[in-house]
């Protein structure tokens, strides 16, 4: 399988085999260590015969730092509604949500509740639900805090919540779902 990474301001994208991975994000600096590529170097790891290729879209710079993307003529409003639009276009959104108030409790992840994340979620829960030609991907650390809402929401309308085996493993169940949408 082949694995195309289109990252914050990249334009193309191939709407069939997309993957939107929406969720909390490390500071600058930290992102090359963050959750999204782990999920990267998975899927460029797992060979599947059924998919040929699939697009996954990082909303982050590829290099880490914001400062590399952002200039007068690219502004965080254009971010945004990249991000938007991305996720719109994007079969599959999956979000991880390793969300946690202070260090201490967030062990490998860093310690962010994401406020961007929770609005994203709710707006596209609700696209999910009334446009069955998108995929909505849910899972969290068991520790996460704060998402007791968004599981009643999920269960609510049968969407699975993926958790790891351990703390800080992203679960094969949420690769594997990942996996099932893009072949339906």
């Not at 600096?29 to 999920?39: A, H, S």
């Not at 059924?50 to 254009?78: A, C, F, R």
């Not at 909505?136 to 599981?151: D, Q, T």
Request: charged fraction near 25%; include cysteine; proline fraction near 5%.
């Amino acid at each position: 399988m082949t694995i195309e990474t289109l990252f914050a301001s990249d334009q193309k994208i191939n709407a069939h085999n997309s993957v939107f991975l929406a969720g909390p994000s490390p500071k600058d600096g930290e992102m090359l260590n963050g959750w999204r590529r782990q999920v990267i170097k998975r899927f460029e790891s797992i060979e599947d015969e059924q998919i040929n290729s699939m697009q996954l879209i990082i909303p982050q710079p590829k290099t880490g730092y914001w400062d590399d993307v952002m200039t007068e003529h690219y502004t965080e409003k254009d971010q945004t509604l990249w991000e938007h639009d991305k996720m719109l276009e994007s079969k599959v959104v999956a979000f991880w949500l390793p969300t946690f108030w202070t260090s201490e409790k967030a062990g490998s992840y860093p310690a962010n509740i994401g406020p961007s994340s929770r609005f994203e979620f709710g707006f596209f829960l609700s696209n999910a639900i009334q446009n069955k030609n998108q995929k909505i991907i849910v899972g969290s650390p068991h520790r996460a805090e704060s998402l007791n809402w968004a599981k009643i929401l999920c269960e609510k309308y049968g969407i699975s919540w993926h958790y790891p085996d351990t703390d800080d493993a992203i679960p094969n169940s949420f690769y594997n779902a990942i996996v099932r949408a893009i072949k339906e």
